[in-house]
C-alpha cells in the first residue's frame, strides 16, 4: 500500500511539472482568443456578417462598341458609362481605371518590375489614347464638363457640379484607343498561330473604381499581381472584327443572324439541348468561314449583353475550332459552355475535351454552393496560363489533360469568387484565389470520378514552405508580397484554412450552412474580410478569432504533440502539448489492446490556459497507441510527436 501511494505521487509529480501548472510557470494564452481586429457592426455592415440595413453600393453601366485593327493589332471605339450615385454623399469627381497604362515604359507597374522580370511583365509601348471625354449630370440644367485627370493607371473625371447621394445619376463618355499588347501580364495579349492571331481581350475599356463605405475610393494603382475591384452593372457592348473572325465574350449573342449562317445557328440550337460537345465550327472548316458565316468580305459587327455583372472580355480570331454543349443548372434553367481554340490546341487529350471540362465544373458549383448566373461559360485558348472574366476564361493553349482541367476548373470556379462574390482581389487575393482553390479541391475530387483528383488535403506537403523564415501572412497585399510567396499566401495557404474548418474544426455541415450563407449574403455586393469572418462564425455558431489571428494573419504553425501517455488510478493520463502558435482542437485516435479503436475530439479551449494540457482517459481498456489528427488533415509541421509510443514510426 505504501508503494503504491508513492506511486501515485510519483505521477502526479510528473504531471504537474508536464502540464506547467504551478503558479509560477502558468502562461495564460487568453489574448490568442481575444478578437484581433474591430469586428463590430454598423448600419452597412451588420455585426452578423450580413450587409447592414443601410448597406449601399454604386452601379455602373456600359454601353461600348469597338474596332479590331488586324493590320495594327490596335482597338479602339467609344464608351458611355450611366453611373447611379447611392452612396450617401455628393461627388464631385469618379475615378477610373485605365489598366492599359500598365503597358507603358514608365507606369509605376514597369517601374516596379524585377530586372529579371516575373509572371507580371508585360509589353512597355502601350497605353491609352484618350479624347472627347464629357462628363455630365442626369437632371435639367445640367453643364457637360470635359475636365479630366490621368495619373498612371487611374483617371479622374471632374462634374460642373457634385453628383447628388442617394441615387444621382451622371453619364460618362469618351473615346479610347490602344495597341493590344503581346505579352498582356498573362492577363490578355495576342497570339499568333498557323491560321491567325489569336486576340484576347481583357481590361480593354475604362472601368469605373469601387466607391465604399470602407475607404470612399478605391484607387491602387494597377502593378500586376493585385487584380481588381469593380463595381456592378449591365453591359451592352459590340466588337467589330474582320468578317472571317469568330468572337467569343462574356454575356449572350444579340445578333446571331448576322454573324452565324443557317448551319451554324443549327448547330448552335443542337449544342443548346446536347449534354456532349457539339462542333460550331469544325477543324476543317477553320479557314473556310463561307461554311459558317453570312458575310464574306470586310468588317462585322457582334453584339453582346451581360446583366448584374462587374466586368467584360472577349475573344477575337479566324483560327478559332469552335465547339459547345448545354450546361444544366438547378430548378430547370440552363446555359451554353463553349470553347474556342486553334487546330495547334486540338485533340482528345488536349481542348477536344475543354467543353466536357467546363460543362462538368460550372454543374459542379451551382448544385453545391450558388446557381451559375451567366448565359455562357466560354473557355479561350490563347498565350495565357490562365485568367478569368465573368463567363470567359483565357487558359493556355499548350495545356492538356490534367493540367487543361486544373486551369479550366479554377478559372470558371473564380465565377463565384470574385464575379459573384464581389471581393477586392487588389487588397485580398486570399479572398478569391484561397477560396477558389478550396472549392476545386471538391470539383477535382468529384470529376470523372476522381478522374485528376486534388492534392489540396495533402497539407503536410507544404510544410517546408510553412517553416521558411521568409514566408509571409496570408494578409500580405499581393502587389506587396514576393513573388515566391504568392501562390501559398493567396491560393493554398487561405485554401487548407477553409480545409481545415470543414474537416476538422466545424464540421462538413456546419461550414456549408455558414459558407452558402455568405455566398447569399454578399451575392453580387463587396464583402471585406471581416464581414465572412463574422458570417462564418454566426452561423456556424463558434468564436473562431483564435484562427482567424493565428492563420490568417499570422506566420506561426501547427505543431500539436503527445508528450506521454501515463496510467492515473485506474485511468490513463495522456499528456499534450501544443509546440506552435497556432492553437487547434486536438483529434485523437485511441487504440486498445483487444485491437478496437475510437476517435475523441478535444476542444480548442484546452489551450486557453497555457501550452500543455493532461486528459485523463477513462477506460477500461489499456490504450496501447495514441495519435494526433489521424486524418492527415492539419499541416502539423513535426509529424514525430504525433504519436504515442514515438517508436511506432519505425
Known amino acids: 500500500m505504501k508503494h503504491m501511494q508513492i506511486g501515485k505521487w510519483l505521477v502526479l509529480l510528473l504531471l504537474f511539472s508536464s502540464n506547467g501548472l504551478s503558479a509560477q510557470v502558468t502562461e495564460n494564452n487568453q489574448n490568442d482568443f481575444n478578437d484581433f481586429s474591430y469586428r ?16 449601399w453600393q454604386n452601379e455602373a453601366d456600359y454601353q461600348i462598341e469597338v474596332t479590331l485593327n488586324e493590320e495594327t493589332h490596335s482597338l479602339m471605339g467609344k464608351i458611355e458609362i450611366s453611373y447611379t450615385n447611392n452612396s450617401p454623399e455628393s461627388l464631385p469627381f469618379i475615378w477610373l481605371h485605365l489598366e492599359q ?8 507597374g514597369t517601374l516596379t518590375t524585377p530586372i529579371q522580370g516575373n509572371r507580371y511583365s508585360g509589353d512597355i509601348d502601350g497605353g491609352y ?11 435639367r440644367g445640367s453643364k457637360p464638363s470635359s475636365r479630366y485627370l490621368i495619373e498612371d493607371t487611374r483617371m479622374q473625371v471632374f462634374f460642373d457640379e457634385p453628383l447628388p447621394a442617394n441615387g444621382g445619376k451622371a453619364k460618362i463618355s469618351m473615346n479610347f484607343e490602344f495597341r493590344i499588347p503581346e505579352k498582356g501580364m ?17 481590361q480593354w475599356y475604362p472601368r469605373v473604381a469601387v466607391f465604399d ?21 449591365d453591359f451592352d457592348y459590340k466588337v467589330t472584327v474582320p468578317y472571317d473572325h469568330i468572337v467569343v465574350g462574356s454575356g449572350a449573342l444579340q445578333n446571331p443572324k448576322d454573324v452565324l449562317n443557317g448551319s451554324l445557328m443549327e448547330r448552335m440550337d443542337l449544342a443548346s439541348k446536347s449534354d456532349s460537345t457539339v462542333f460550331l465550327v469544325k477543324p476543317e472548316e477553320v479557314l473556310q468561314p463561307e461554311l459558317t458565316r453570312p458575310k464574306q468580305e470586310g468588317n462585322i459587327t457582334w453584339h453582346f449583353k451581360i446583366e448584374n455583372a462587374r466586368d467584360v472580355a472577349f475573344a477575337s480570331s479566324s483560327s478559332f475550332i469552335w465547339d459547345a454543349a448545354m450546361i444544366r443548372l438547378p430548378d430547370g434553367k440552363t446555359a451554353m459552355a463553349q470553347s474556342v481554340y486553334p487546330k495547334e490546341s486540338d485533340g482528345q487529350d488536349a481542348w477536344g475535351r475543354s467543353t466536357e471540362y467546363s460543362k462538368a465544373s460550372i454543374e459542379h458549383y451551382s448544385e453545391t454552393w450558388y446557381p451559375y448566373p451567366y448565359p455562357v461559360a466560354v473557355n479561350v485558348a490563347a498565350d495565357i496560363n490562365g485568367m478569368e472574366y465573368p463567363g470567359v476564361n483565357f487558359c493556355s493553349y499548350k495545356s492538356k489533360e490534367g493540367s487543361l482541367w486544373g486551369v479550366t476548373d479554377h478559372e470558371f470556379g473564380h465565377n463565384w469568387f470574385p464575379m459573384i462574390v464581389g471581393t477586392n482581389e487588389r487588397r485580398y487575393a486570399w479572398m478569391d484565389e484561397g477560396f477558389n482553390t478550396f472549392i476545386n479541391h471538391y470539383s477535382s475530387k468529384l470529376f ?21 523564415p521568409d514566408r509571409e501572412g496570408i494578409d500580405t497585399y499581393p502587389d506587396v508580397a514576393n513573388t515566391s510567396n504568392l501562390g501559398m499566401i493567396a491560393y493554398m495557404k487561405p485554401a487548407m484554412g477553409l480545409l481545415m474548418l470543414r474537416e476538422y474544426i466545424l464540421g ?58 501515463v496510467p492515473y488510478g485506474n485511468d490513463q493520463v495522456i499528456i499534450l502539448s501544443n509546440e506552435g502558435g497556432v492553437p487547434m482542437p486536438v483529434k485523437l485516435e485511441l487504440t ?31 490504450l496501447t497507441k495514441v495519435e494526433i489528427d489521424p486524418d492527415k488533415i492539419l499541416p502539423d509541421i513535426n509529424i514525430a510527436n504525433d504519436k504515442w509510443p514515438n517508436n511506432i514510426y519505425e
Open 129 to 139: 489614347s484618350i479624347s472627347q471625354v464629357s462628363a455630365e449630370l442626369e437632371k
Open 592 to 622: 486498445y489492446g483487444d485491437g478496437s479503436s475510437e476517435t475523441l475530439m478535444l476542444p480548442v479551449e484546452i489551450w486557453q490556459r497555457g501550452d500543455r494540457w493532461n486528459h485523463q482517459h477513462r477506460s477500461d481498456k489499456e
Open 40 to 55: 463590430q457592426g454598423s448600419a452597412y455592415r451588420a455585426a452578423s456578417g450580413l450587409p447592414g440595413p443601410e448597406y
Open 101 to 108: 497604362n500598365r503597358f507603358k515604359s514608365d507606369s509605376r
Open 213 to 233: 463605405d470602407v475607404v470612399g475610393w478605391n484607387i491602387e494603382p494597377y502593378l500586376g499581381a493585385g487584380e481588381f475591384y469593380l463595381e456592378y452593372g
Open 508 to 565: 462538413e455541415e456546419r461550414f456549408d450552412n455558414a459558407f452558402k450563407a455568405y455566398i447569399n449574403a454578399w451575392a453580387y455586393k463587396h464583402p471585406q474580410p471581416n464581414d465572412f469572418f463574422n458570417i462564418m462564425e454566426n452561423v456556424a455558431g463558434e468564436n473562431l478569432s483564435w484562427f482567424w489571428k493565428s492563420w490568417f494573419y499570422g506566420t506561426d504553425n501547427i505543431d500539436l504533440a503527445i508528450e506521454n501517455v
Open 186 to 202: 498573362d492577363r490578355m495579349g495576342r497570339l499568333d498561330v498557323n491560321d491567325g492571331t489569336i486576340y484576347a481581350l481583357a
Open 448 to 468: 470523372n470520378e476522381g478522374e485528376y483528383g486534388s492534392n489540396l488535403d495533402q497539407t503536410r506537403r507544404y510544410v517546408n514552405w510553412l517553416t521558411n
